[in-house]
């Protein structure tokens, strides 16, 4: 079945450093992926979304593209701050032929950015 | 637009008692969806309304998780009894559309079954 393989955590970064978090996926069709953050003591909160491969989903500036040949969608920001610390978690869409859209997550990851 | 609402946002319970979660979607949104996430590990979907009819209950572990939607507003998911693997934080989501994504998502309720 579909799946969703995200890096565990947790990433401890330094503010300003660069940021990746590796999400690969199983699907069969064509998937949209999304990744969704998690702030301390909040819900969760779409972050971004790309609909097709090459797709470049971006918000707040971290970035993913769809990549179909490597079944990936890599989250990445070039320069993070303290109150990115979140957890992090990469999902695609599954429709079961159905009126159902689900969601397949990944495990999550967590930030921390140290000052 | 008010988002979505749970209640409460924590519940502490003893194996073997009763809890019952309540999500309360945006206005207007027909679609009403559960997941959960259990002891740090993937998200997963439970269920999802259409109005108050169950479009795909699917991923309701067992017959202990009862949800419901009466009226096709806000909906309740009851844990009866609970174990202790049920601990983990459960979110409601909602859209207004059928299928359509994504999903608002809630703050979720963190379950402590102990």
């Known amino acids: 079945g579909n799946s969703v393989t995200q890096m565990e955590g947790p990433v401890t970064l330094s503010e300003e450093a660069f940021l990746t978090i590796n999400c690969t996926y199983t699907?069969?069709?064509?998937?949209?992926l999304f990744w969704y953050v998690q702030y301390p003591g909040e819900g969760l909160q779409l972050l971004l979304k790309a609909t097709k491969a090459d797709d470049k989903g971006s918000n707040k500036g971290f970035e993913a593209t769809y990549r179909k040949e490597t079944t990936s969608f890599h989250l990445e920001k070039g320069s993070v701050q303290v109150s990115d610390s979140a957890v992090y978690f990469c999902a695609l869409s599954e429709r079961d032929g159905g009126a159902t859209n689900k969601l397949i997550f990944g495990t999550g990851t967590l930030l921390a950015v140290q000052p | 637009e008010a988002g979505v609402t749970q209640f409460p946002s924590h519940s502490v319970i003893e194996k073997g008692q009763t809890v019952t979660l309540r999500c309360d979607p945006i206005s207007g949104h027909d679609n009403l969806y559960w997941y959960r996430r259990v002891m740090g590990k993937e998200i997963k979907f439970l269920l999802h309304f259409v109005k108050e009819s169950k479009q795909d209950e699917s991923g309701m572990p067992n017959n202990r998780f009862l949800a419901e939607r009466t009226g096709g507003t806000y909906s309740t998911l009851k844990v009866q009894p609970a174990e202790l693997e049920d601990s983990g934080v459960y979110f409601c989501a909602s859209s207004r559309l059928a299928g359509a994504l994504p999903p608002s998502f809630g703050p979720g309720t963190r379950l402590t079954v102990l």
């Open positions: 699907a069969t069709g064509y998937p949209s």
